[in-house]
């Protein structure tokens, strides 16, 4: 980076964040500290809904398994829409006509105290984890490309969201997300059209697809029924639907989005915007890895994108090992392009015989590039288990490598802009649920506004400063945003399986239900640490436990226990 | 006729009832569900 791409990303960061402080002021009233005083347009929504689940995670990561493993992961989203549906019949009315501050006091008024107590407990363990996990993420690669400090990394991008967060609230949160997705988009677009720019000429976008898929990087849609496989259409319809209803309709830092809205069609539009346009967004993410795994097929890429910790170790008494594998590799990369070069010939000439026979050499010179690649991973991460999988390096090794200076900045401001976004939500999430679900309802009940305002503010910067501590000492294994999503799912199922009991099981009590749900949620962590299945399932296998269990229990007791529906 | 209450009102142009809304949008889910099926076909 030099200094035009550093004064576009301090400038925007800095500037986004100075209006929002600036613009929501003054605020004292705790409902449009909260929720934004119920003002906000359903497209302000629609994007805050949409920028508040696309972290960094979801723009470094995303294209890096497109480039590993191809368009199968577009199948996760595939739950959203009739997920989102079924938030904006049944959940949205719902929680408007209670006028709550959060989805759980909607179970203290359903159930009891202590169901709502639970709710607020899961979201806040799950979010809180979480919330680190979306600093440290982007961080741990952004770190490691620049040649920043990790931990300064970590503390800066912290402070300035936990900053205008605690200053401006809700309406901070949803203004910013507004200005900061659209810098998203633009870097985005910037880097798609750079990239199809940067294919080798005569390859023309058809060809490119179907060399692509050639490597199995086209297999979008999976119609089989395999357990074992982690993205299928039916994990990702039913599995990712109750993960979309949980993360949608019962997690605060999306309900608070949607409840900021001026009236019931404005939050309902808002969530049809998502329904619409989430399948779509990502996918065009995962083809942007998917053509930068083609422009790496006639450009030699390095062995492993994590360039940084290559050369530590090169430098540390790897050097021979890692120079011999840097050889095989070139090797093979350089038998694969000759070949690509008679496929696309054969292609263009229309010989089919000729066009499989090179496409078959192609392919068998790309398997062992990616075995040495794979050996040259693995000695990286015995090496130092505190590196991200290799794949979230994919996409910012390409921009730092191939994109000009100005986009340069532009794009690793999308990603701190990303990465602001989405915790910006969740801490102001996390700060609203302590407020109002553990402190008002708990500790005092009874005081002024400004109080609960302030004691917000407290709680938000407090929730920030865990955060950052998680984050200073995390440490990954999985793709990260694979880890989000796991981390999601153990939780979820167990948390929708206690709204969908309260909005739908209406002979169901308080003391049935909080017991049932502990009950699942044992049920899943033991399922987890002994189940090969997708991670998607736990989300099924959650809510189905917790609601079945709540049936049984309820039997059980009788019904002497139960509170009147309300 | 009774007009319906504001929070019923779609304001969109030709989708009157949410329940249309909700038809479209399962419409739109469906179209990228074939398309991506279709692209997968032809590519793989």
Same mark, same amino acid.
């Given at each position: 980076m030099n200094a035009a791409d550093y004064v576009i990303l301090f400038g925007t960061m800095l500037a986004i964040a100075a209006y929002a402080v600036w613009s929501t002021?003054?605020?004292?009233d705790l409902r449009a500290y909260l929720k934004g005083a119920e003002g906000t347009g359903w497209l302000t929504i629609g994007l805050s809904v949409m920028a508040t689940q696309a972290s960094a995670i979801t723009f470094l990561s995303t294209p890096g398994q497109g480039y590993e493993s191809g368009l199968g992961f577009v199948q996760n989203y595939f739950g959203a829409p009739i997920a989102l549906i079924i938030i904006a019949a049944v959940f949205l009315p719902i929680y408007r006509r209670l006028r709550v501050y959060t989805a759980y006091e909607y179970l203290g008024h359903r159930f009891d105290p202590k169901t709502r107590l639970l709710g607020a407990g899961f979201f806040l363990l799950q979010r809180g984890l979480g919330a680190g996990l979306t600093i440290y993420a982007p961080a741990i690669v952004l770190s490691t490309v620049m040649g920043w400090r990790l931990d300064a990394t970590i503390v800066c991008s912290g402070l300035l969201v936990v900053l205008y967060t605690v200053a401006g609230g809700c309406d901070a949160v949803s203004l910013t997300q507004k200005y900061q997705i659209g810098v998203i988009f633009a870097g985005m677009l910037a880097a798609f059209v750079v990239l199809l720019a940067r294919l080798?000429? @005569? =390859?023309t976008f058809k060809d490119s697809l179907a060399l692509a898929g050639g490597f199995h990087r086209m297999n979008a849609v999976d119609f089989s029924l395999n357990a074992d496989r982690r993205y299928t259409f039916w994990t990702g319809t039913l599995g990712g639907m109750f993960l979309a209803l949980s993360y949608f309709g019962t997690d605060q830092s999306q309900v608070q989005r949607y409840l900021s809205g001026t009236s019931l069609r404005e939050s309902r539009l808002g969530l049809m915007f998502n329904a619409i346009f989430k399948i779509p967004m990502q996918f065009l993410i995962l083809l942007l890895g998917v053509l930068i795994f083609v422009f790496y097929q006639f450009e030699l890429p390095p062995v492993v994108f994590n360039r940084a910790a290559w050369d530590y170790q090169a430098a540390h008494g790897s050097g021979p090992r890692l120079r011999a594998l840097e050889s095989e590799f070139a090797s093979a990369h350089g038998e694969e392009r000759r070949q690509l070069g008679a496929w696309l010939e054969a292609r263009h000439s229309g010989n089919p015989a000729a066009e499989a026979a090179a496409r078959a050499a192609a392919e068998a010179a790309q398997a062992r590039g990616e075995s040495v690649r794979a050996e040259a991973a693995k000695a990286l991460r015995a090496a130092?288990?505190?590196?991200?999988? /290799?794949? /979230?390096?994919v996409f910012i090794r390409f921009i730092l490598d191939h994109l000009p200076h100005g986009l340069i900045g532009l794009l690793v401001t999308a990603f701190f802009a990303a990465a602001l976004s989405s915790k910006s939500g969740e801490l102001n999430a996390l700060g609203s649920t302590t407020t109002i679900d553990i402190y008002r309802h =708990?500790?005092?009940?009874?005081?002024?506004d400004a109080h609960y305002v302030a004691a917000s503010k407290w709680f938000t910067a407090l929730w920030g400063l865990v955060a950052i501590g998680f984050a200073l000492f995390a440490n990954l294994a999985e793709n990260l945003i694979q880890a989000v999503n796991i981390l999601g799912s153990v939780f979820y199922g167990v948390v929708l399986g206690l709204f969908l009991v309260a909005f739908? =099981?209406?002979?169901? @009590?308080g003391t049935a239900v909080f017991w049932a749900a502990l009950a699942a949620q044992a049920v899943v962590f033991a399922l987890y640490a002994t189940l090969p299945i997708s991670y998607l399932w736990y989300n099924v296998i959650g809510c189905g436990a917790c609601m079945a269990f709540s049936v049984i229990l309820q039997l059980a007791i009788g019904p002497g226990a139960r509170k009147a529906a309300k | 006729m009774t007009p319906p209450p504001d929070d019923e009102r779609t304001g969109l142009p030709g989708l009157r009832s949410w329940g249309r809304v909700y038809w479209v949008v399962i419409g739109v889910f469906a179209a990228w569900v074939a398309l991506l099926t279709i692209l997968t076909r032809a590519f793989s």
């Open positions: 002021r003054g605020k004292h080798p000429a @005569g =390859l130092n288990p505190r590196t991200a999988n /290799d794949s /979230d390096y =708990l500790v005092r009940r009874e005081a002024t739908f =099981l209406r002979r169901i @009590g | -």
